[in-house]
């Protein structure tokens, strides 16, 4: 049977009713205890012990009452520092100085790390990449077949939690004896929060129940950090809005300053990117209800025992509540936000996450510390993302890193003086690869080309004879070739950047972010010929002595080279020429790379001007000056 409001099948052998929509998810939510009550699949139960021997509602109750006012306004002045502190730690170690990094198995470390540092005080790395090892496998029997024999998945998990769970018990033996000794060394982690608050549990059962926690908080929010830098590397709008609420913080924020509280409720637009990742790539599928009694739903009647399931999707992508509901839009979040029961990332009613408010803080402080010091892009297009148990991108989401700013001011030495990225070291084995590449494409596709290059330079009038043009001549000649070259290589540029030109084609010419010399003529052979139109097109329009012309390539060569040197040199006279783009200009647009709308023409900035697509890089210089003087000021501040 089957209608848009329930349908019933069988899930995990269990006769099941699954609702969708709001009115399904208000049934389950609003009905707990009473036509309703939470049931977990036969694996969970085995891998929790304590889970078995309460009801489901009584377990709600007694994590929600362990996990009450953790995350409170108090807290949360300490814990948005503490967490700071440690993203700051995981970035610098992780991926400071790195160009390729793997995002899911990083988001993973540093939600384990977070968690084990908050939770239980632990930081020794061995034991974090114990935990989040043991937690991984947990996570897999977690939906595997209910089936506990060796080597199965149920049977690993129930020891990986059995391993967590000992070395649990062991902190909580430890902190209990720590705290009846009143010792000033307390943590005052979660586990001590606990420990004061609820001292009727047994260890054995705080164990499991923190076990439970970690377990929650792991898989779920890695998930979701590591869409968040899926989407942002796909969306460059929403990139540059997560990036002004964020540098709107930092720039009011003393050097070493850590996150506070006030910082974390100024996230708000953040905060709504967070939320539509979650509506378009929720972590929790949905979960299981077991009736209570009979009763009738929709026209259908549900037998007492039954299983029902509510799930994300139902109402995620359903255009009556989300318009265009495949689009990425944050604002749905503004305001009131989306109506009761159909943005359900957390669940509802009284089993709802007991852990919205602790995720919203380990996201956020992600999201300031990434964004505030990279920009990023894909290196794979269209990822297969897999669900086991949460959605992941199948390869682990290899993304290319750029430190944030291409001004690092305080990162200069005399030898990288005029260096304009100056953290980016381009390794011999990359010049050399990129040298042969040049060669190649070169060889093959301009080599080939040549052998026709006489008849046209014939036939569209260029001179070989002795009849040279005066200097005057040649000096306007080159004029209008570098009008005509700047105002068409813009718009064949700006073709090369939509998706298809520039997954097909403009990619190669972007592997350097950090654009070096030899990278000016590095291209894919369809670009090398495609973009020497443009070059062709002005002798082909005013037609000059061969002179002029080999002339002309070697001014345009040399133009590309510049602006392709990773250098900034003051002295360079082309910062004499009126409107002229230059190196810093480029490299911009290689530092953003793919989703670069941003500096395309090749010589002048008119074009960018004139079309507004020199607004990113405007920005970055204003933010540059702005950064200076506050620099300047502290300085002198410091000196006086
Ligand atoms: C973005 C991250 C997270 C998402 C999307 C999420 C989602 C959910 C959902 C949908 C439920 C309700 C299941 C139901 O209706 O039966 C739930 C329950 C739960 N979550 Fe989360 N969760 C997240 C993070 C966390 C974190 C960080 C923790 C721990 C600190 C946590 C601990 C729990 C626990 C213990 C339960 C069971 C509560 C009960 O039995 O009543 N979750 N979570």
Redesign the pocket.
């Known amino acids: 049977m089957f209608s848009t409001a329930i349908f019933k099948t069988s899930l995990l052998m269990e006769p099941t009713a699954v609702v969708c929509g709001p009115g399904g998810n208000k049934l389950l939510f609003a009905n707990e205890d009473k036509l309703v009550t ?1 049931w977990f699949p036969s694996t969970i139960n085995k891998i929790f012990p304590t889970t078995a021997v309460s009801t489901g509602s009584e ?2 109750r007694i ?2 009452k362990m996990f009450e006012g953790v995350v409170n306004p108090g807290s949360l002045q300490v814990y948005a520092a503490k967490m700071d502190f440690i993203a700051k730690q995981h970035f610098e170690i992780y991926w400071e100085n790195n160009t390729n990094v793997k995002v899911s198995p990083l988001a993973k470390l540093y939600t384990i790390t977070v968690a084990c540092k908050l939770f239980v005080n632990v930081d020794d790395p061995v034991k974090v990449a114990k935990f989040s090892r043991l937690l991984t496998i947990l996570a897999a029997g977690f939906v595997s077949m209910p089936i506990d024999l060796p080597g199965t998945p149920l049977n690993k998990a129930i020891k990986a939690a059995n391993g967590i769970r000992n070395d649990l018990y062991e902190i909580i033996r430890q902190r209990k004896v720590d705290i009846a000794e009143n010792k000033e060394s307390v943590p005052q982690d979660i586990l001590t929060h606990i420990l004061l608050n609820n001292d009727e549990y047994p260890a054995l059962n705080i164990a499991d129940k923190l076990l ?2 970690l377990m ?2 792991y898989n ?2 890695t998930s ?1 950090v590591t869409f968040i830098v899926k989407y942002l590397a796909e969306l460059p709008h929403i990139y540059n809005e997560v990036l002004n609420e964020q540098m709107e913080i930092l720039k009011n924020k003393k050097a070493g300053d850590l996150l506070n509280r006030e910082d974390i409720q100024k996230m708000r637009y953040s905060w709504n990117v967070a939320c539509e990742v ?1 509506r378009l790539t ?3 599928q949905g ?1 299981f209800r077991e009736a209570l009694t009979d009763f009738s739903y929709a026209g259908f009647s549900i037998p007492k025992g039954w299983k029902l399931y509510w799930s994300t999707y139902s109402t995620h992508f359903n255009a009556n509540y989300f318009p265009n509901p495949k689009v990425f839009d944050p604002s749905r979040f503004e305001g009131i936000g989306p109506a009761p029961y159909t943005y ?4 509802g009613g009284p ?6 408010d ?2 919203r803080l380990v996201i956020l402080v992600f999201m300031h510390n990434i964004v505030t010091k990279y920009k990023w892009n894909s290196v794979l297009s269209d990822e297969k993302i897999v669900v086991d148990p949460v959605p992941m991108p199948a390869k682990g989401l290899p993304i290319r890193l750029q430190p944030q700013s291409i001004f690092e001011l305080n990162y200069s030495t005399k030898k990288n003086k005029y260096k304009i990225q100056k953290k980016v070291k381009v390794s011999y084995e990359e010049i050399i690869r990129c040298y042969k590449e040049t060669v190649r494409v070169f060889v093959l596709a301009v080599g080939s080309l040549s052998l026709l290059s006489y008849p046209v330079i014939e036939w569209v009038g260029i001179r070989t004879d002795l009849s040279l043009d005066t200097f005057w001549d040649v000096v306007l000649q080159l004029f209008v070739y570098f009008l005509v070259e700047d105002y068409l290589h813009y718009w064949v540029h700006r073709l090369l950047h939509c998706k298809w030109g520039y997954e097909n084609i403009h990619w190669v010419h972007h592997e350097f972010t950090a654009p070096i010399v030899l990278a000016a003529p590095y291209a894919h052979w369809a670009e090398v010929l495609l973009l020497g139109l443009p070059s062709f097109a002005g002798p082909a329009m005013v037609p000059c002595h061969m002179l002029t012309f080999w002339l002309w390539m070697i001014l345009r060569q040399a133009e590309a080279i510049e602006t392709h040197s990773g250098y900034n040199f003051p002295w360079s006279p082309t910062k004499y020429i009126p409107f002229y783009g230059g190196a810093e200009y480029h490299d911009y647009h290689h530092f953003v790379g793919g989703q670069s709308q941003s500096n395309f023409a090749s010589v002048f900035t008119y074009c960018d001007y004139i079309y507004g697509t020199d607004k990113g890089y405007q920005y970055q210089k204003t933010k540059l000056h702005k950064l200076k003087e506050r620099w300047r000021k502290q300085e002198e501040a410091h000196q006086s």
């Open positions: 939470t377990e709600g994590v929600r439970g926690l929650g908080g779920t929010v979701v979650m929720p972590p929790f979960a359900v990332p957390f669940g089993r709802m996450c007991p852990g919205k602790y995720s």
